[in-house]
């Protein structure tokens, strides 16, 4: 009997809160947003209105208290949009007078007049105020008829953003630009959509003339360096973040993150491993991302500490597991105690630089670890995965990282590379790399890459080169598939071999007197 009472008080209440309506659900997810907002739980904050909006898309309230966080994390156009989208929509008295007036000092700040004059009028409708009125008669008197294009132009960009159409969103802000090329808004979504778009050299210049016109701005200061990270400009980048560092009075946990995270980045480069490991600490203190835990194991196996290390890529790839930095360190290190977890390590390494940066310059910090996985491959048989991770060296950075040992280590990478080339099946390039390698084994395997190819004339000449460097190859080309092969197809080509190179012997010429007569046969 209790149980059925239980059951049906259950059911009751679950039916009670599926009729419920929608604003008790808003309201319930707008106070919790407001309780977390005034802890500083801004992320949950965010979530939690955005959670009363979507019950209740006609109150404004949630709003402004998202525009409110967008602008503490100076997300300046987006919490500008949240502003507006609220005073269009029901809002508590107090609220929409703070929204109206972040709104008018925003465009009288960056001096969009026909925007301010716009919207102070629709604050006087709301409220007469002195203050706001000298604003609308400033609007008026500095309002530049070309402002209503640029402000469709930029209604019209921000709808293609919100589509991802980011190619028609850029060209849409350099019409803005072309009727006004000091409009800075307009300008810095264009630089940021180049950023996006991976043209960091012309965001760079729109970024350094915003930086001009505003030299105080660290947003520009930290874009700039940015940009110059990734054009390989990294002095110029570290001097660019220390300028955002200077002119960023109020630093977040979201700064601190990405500016040490950055300068991090760049140590790497420049393998000064132990400002890289300090920038890097400095940025897990707020946020432990996989991409920052991977970069801060690789710096750590540099520096020789393994443990820290090995710990690092295990945390890193147990949040991602296609963190490429975390694969590296957890093929060095297994390559030698367990060369089948490493062969594993670095068949995910390939994968993952294939899917997510198939054509990334990875420069010297991968060196070693493309190195030392493609032999583990060759070694196994693997020959594509040996050819992947080969294809994605280069042989100057492999002299630089190896470089006590630099001309046998290229020549070994340029031998274990055409092997894979030839076994894969990709005679060309394994011709083209084997060419390099001026030692037996390579003119040997170079010979054999001719007859795969029934390049008898070339497979002659490699020959020749392997047999004088060492004789023995001789008998090996005899037990060679390929070259054997060439030998059953050609008797010219076997008996080169039989003689070991050597020119055939003349058949010799009958013997005639010096006397004989024309048609006379030799004598006895």
């Known amino acids: 009997m209790n149980q059925r009472f239980l059951r049906l008080v259950y059911t009751a209440i679950v039916i009670s809160l599926a009729l419920a309506p929608p604003a008790l659900f808003a309201n319930q997810y707008y106070r919790d947003g407001k309780l977390a907002y005034s802890t500083g739980e801004t992320r949950r904050a965010f979530e939690l209105f955005q959670q009363a909006l979507r019950f209740s898309p006609s109150d404004g309230n949630p709003l402004f208290y998202m525009g409110l966080i967008q602008q503490e ?71 530049d008829p070309r402002m209503v294009r640029i402000n469709q132009y930029m209604a019209e960009a921000e709808t293609l953003r919100g589509e991802e159409r980011w190619e028609d969103a ?45 030299p105080e701005s660290w947003e520009y200061h930290y874009k700039a360096g940015v940009c110059r990270y990734h054009l390989g400009r990294h002095n110029e980048a570290l001097s660019s973040l220390a300028s955002a560092r200077e002119h960023n009075p109020d630093p977040n946990e979201a700064f601190t993150y990405f500016v040490n995270y950055m300068e991090g980045l760049i140590f790497l480069k420049r393998q000064d491993y132990e400002q890289a490991r300090t920038h890097m600490v400095a940025a897990a203190a707020g946020r432990r991302t996989p991409d920052l835990i991977a970069d801060l194991s690789l710096a750590e196996w540099r520096l020789n500490r393994s443990e820290d290390a090995t710990r690092h890529a295990r945390e890193a790839l147990e949040q991602d597991a296609t963190a490429s930095e975390a694969l590296l360190v957890q093929l060095l290190a297994n390559r030698s105690a367990d060369a089948g977890a490493a062969l594993t390590f670095a068949r995910r390494l390939a994968d993952s630089l294939d899917a997510k940066e198939p054509d990334r310059d990875l420069r010297g910090e991968y060196t070693d670890g493309l190195f030392e996985g493609g032999r583990l491959a060759l070694r196994s048989r693997d020959f594509r995965l040996a050819v992947r991770l080969f294809d994605r060296v280069d042989p100057g950075q492999l002299s630089a990282a190896y470089n006590q040992t630099a001309a046998r280590t290229l020549l070994d990478f340029n031998r274990d590379f055409g092997t894979a080339l030839m076994e894969s099946g990709d005679l060309n390039r394994a011709r083209n790399v084997l060419q390099r390698v001026h030692d037996a084994g390579g003119y040997f395997l170079l010979a054999r890459v001719h007859a795969l190819r029934r390049d008898e004339q070339s497979c002659r000449t490699a020959l020749r080169q392997a047999g004088n460097a060492d004789e023995s190859n001789w008998e090996r080309a005899r037990t060679d598939s390929a070259i054997s092969e060439l030998m059953r197809q050609s008797a010219d080509f076997r008996g080169f071999v039989d003689r070991r190179g050597a020119e055939p012997t003349p058949a010799p010429q009958p013997e005639t007197r010096p006397d004989a007569q024309p048609g006379e046969q030799p004598s006895g």
């Open 73 to 143: 994390n100076r997300e300046y156009e987006a919490a500008i949009q949240s502003f507006r989208r609220a005073v269009e929509l029901r809002m508590d008295p107090d609220l929409r007078e703070k929204a109206f007036w972040k709104i008018c000092l925003y465009y009288r700040s960056n001096r969009d007049w026909e925007n301010l004059l716009t919207y102070s009028e629709k604050f006087l409708q709301f409220r007469d105020i002195p203050q706001v009125r000298q604003m609308r008669e400033q609007a008026e008197q500095n309002r």
């Open 170 to 214: 850029l060209r849409a802000y350099e019409r803005a630009l072309a009727l006004r090329s000091d409009y800075h808004p307009a300008r810095w979504q264009a630089a940021l959509i180049r950023m996006r778009l991976g043209d960091y050299a012309r965001a760079v210049g729109d970024l350094d003339v915003l930086i001009r016109a505003e």
